[in-house]
T-cell receptor
Framework: GENVEQHPSTLSVQEGDSAVIKCTYSDSASNYFPWYKQELGKRPQLIIDIRSNVGEKKDQRIAVTLNKTAKHFSLHITETQPEDSAVYFC??????????FGTGTRLQVFP | ETGVTQSPTHLIKTRGQQVTLRCSSQSGHNTVSWYQQALGQGPQFIFQ???????GRGNFPPRFSGLQFPNYSSELNVNALELDDSALYLC???????????FGPGTRLLVL
């Protein structure tokens, strides 16, 4: 079925440490994988995305890796800061053009 | 912030009533997708409109309907409201069916 699994559901790190969130998708035809950050009471904001023709993409402290064979992709945040605290959602576009979201990871960065 | 806007921001309805939510897409975007986000959960895909035609639908009953106008703005209509329809309704616009989606601020609906 159309499903995206996301782990962990909560993640607490010390400021300056790295954070990693992992997602698994079920459709081998999926070719677009965005990551959104959602702060309390606000809209989801795109932070980075990757298409299936690349294995890794970086944007300053944020990186995403994609393993198409294993059907999983991960978000890496380095040098975390308190303002990184939010809920992060991974998503995958299925061949019916539906964007299916994971269940979210609540990241807390402690000063 | 994105150029996607939604109205109203908040809405309170009672069971059985009908509601219409509106979304204005970002300039240059021809695709609008609608999502329902219950508290503590990820957005759930309702349907997508591409160039005024419905293009894909999630697991929602027919009382959830919508349309897209020639200027690519969109409406979500929900008939016969139920308590479980209480949620944040988000729209997202994109420049194509599988292109990057940018979200509006959402409409928070409470059904009593």
């Amino acid at each position: 079925g159309e499903n995206v699994e996301q782990h962990p559901s909560t993640l607490s790190v010390q400021e300056g440490d790295s954070a990693v969130i992992k997602c698994t998708y079920s459709d081998s035809a999926s070719n677009y994988f965005p990551w959104y950050k959602q702060e309390l009471g606000k809209r989801p904001q795109l932070i980075i995305d990757i298409r299936s023709n690349v294995g890794e993409k970086k944007d300053q402290r944020i990186a995403v890796t994609l393993n198409k064979t294993a059907k999983h992709f991960s978000l890496h945040i380095t040098e975390t800061q308190p303002e990184d605290s939010a809920v992060y959602f991974c998503a995958a576009i299925y061949n019916t053009d539906k964007l299916i979201f994971g269940t979210g990871t609540r990241l807390q960065v402690f000063p | 912030e994105t150029g996607v806007t939604q109205s109203p921001t908040h809405l309170i309805k009672t069971r059985g009533q009908q509601v219409t939510l509106r979304c204005s897409s970002q300039s240059g975007h021809n695709t609008v997708s609608w999502y329902q986000q219950a508290l503590g959960q990820g957005p759930q895909f309702i349907f997508q409109y591409y160039r005024e035609e419905e293009n894909g639908r999630g697991n929602f009953p027919p009382r959830f309907s919508g349309l897209q106008f020639p200027n690519y703005s969109s409406e979500l209509n929900v008939n016969a409201l139920e308590l479980d329809d209480s949620a944040l309704y988000l729209c997202a616009s994109s420049s194509g069916r599988q292109e990057t989606q940018y979200f509006g601020p959402g409409t928070r609906l409470l059904v009593l």
